[in-house]
């Protein structure tokens, strides 16, 4: 079983196994029609697509949700029995954005208790960089049976992450980039800075100049310094919309740290109530 991560060339020997999946979960936050378009003009062979907004994300509700809400329980089961997902079936999901997007599939798979799920090491820069083969053929995928069992630990809510920051025996991970973090720019959202007490833990970093995760032993010296001896069930993780904070759940499954926190809603729920206090800089 290939439970974080898997290379091209392990997934090559694979992908035509019948108790296989592969996911293409490329998308463009520019452009949400984007990866669809890039699947239709070629993908790994036998892949199928999942969109992060129509697939993976619930609806979003002005004012109350961030911008990629987790789905229902049901509403993801029934996308994983769409995709041909059962208990029997090993998924691999790869993206083209150094794995931001596939991690979310890969921490919705587990969080709903399938660990066969890995994310494919590179993404689809690697697969076309090492000249495997390529289609546009979309498979016809018989729809299996997902039965999802709630890991709730792996959650929590803005009421959770409000009292996790003012407690020492809890660490609150920031995934997006440092400036972000700092209030400095911020692209997407319509307000700057970071949830108070977080610390920046940009994803970015889990990654080499290849593209590709760091060696299992420099995750762990990175993630073990920004834990500072708060245990690893006790680190919540979180991004713009909950999506690449996954990321960092994913290095530190790999590093062999264990499982973290997710907190869906990120940044883009926090700041939907102006009573919540905002950070800048390092603070």
Not at 203 to 209: A, M, S, V
Not at 230 to 257: F, K, Q, T, W
Request: proline residues 6%.
């Amino acid at each position: 079983m290939y439970s974080t991560l898997i290379d091209v060339h392990t997934l090559h020997r694979h992908y035509k196994d019948p108790d296989w999946r592969v996911i293409d979960a490329r998308f463009s936050l520019a452009d949400a029609a984007q990866g669809a378009r890039e699947y239709a003009e070629g993908h790994v062979p036998g892949a199928v697509y999942a969109h992060l907004d129509d697939d993976l994300s619930g609806p979003i509700i002005r004012g109350e949700t961030g911008r990629h809400p987790l789905p229902s329980v049901d509403r993801a089961a029934t996308v994983f029995s769409r995709l041909g997902i059962d208990e029997s079936v090993q998924v691999a999901v790869y993206d083209g954005a150094r794995g931001s997007v596939a991690a979310r599939v890969w921490w919705m798979l587990r969080w709903l208790d399938h660990d066969a799920v890995a994310v494919v090491d590179g993404g689809w820069p690697a697969w076309t960089g090492a000249e495997l083969p390529v289609t546009r053929d979309v498979p016809e995928v018989a729809p299996r049976t997902f039965v999802p069992s709630v890991r709730a630990h792996l959650v929590t809510d803005v009421e959770g992450v409000d009292g996790y920051r003012v407690n020492d025996a809890w660490a609150v991970l920031d995934a997006r980039t440092p400036e972000r973090f700092r209030g400095e720019m911020e692209p997407i959202d319509p307000v700057a800075g970071h949830i108070p007490g977080a610390r920046c833990a940009s994803f970015d970093e889990n990654l080499g100049e290849d593209g590709c995760f760091l060696p299992t032993e420099e995750l762990r010296r990175r993630f073990e310094g920004l834990l500072a001896g708060v245990p690893v069930e006790r680190a919540v993780n979180y991004c713009g919309s909950g999506v690449s904070a996954c990321h960092n759940l994913l290095a530190i499954a790999h590093a062999g740290l264990g499982d973290a926190v997710l907190y869906p809603g990120s940044w883009s729920e926090w700041i939907t109530d102006e009573d919540r206090p905002i950070g800048t800089g390092l603070n």
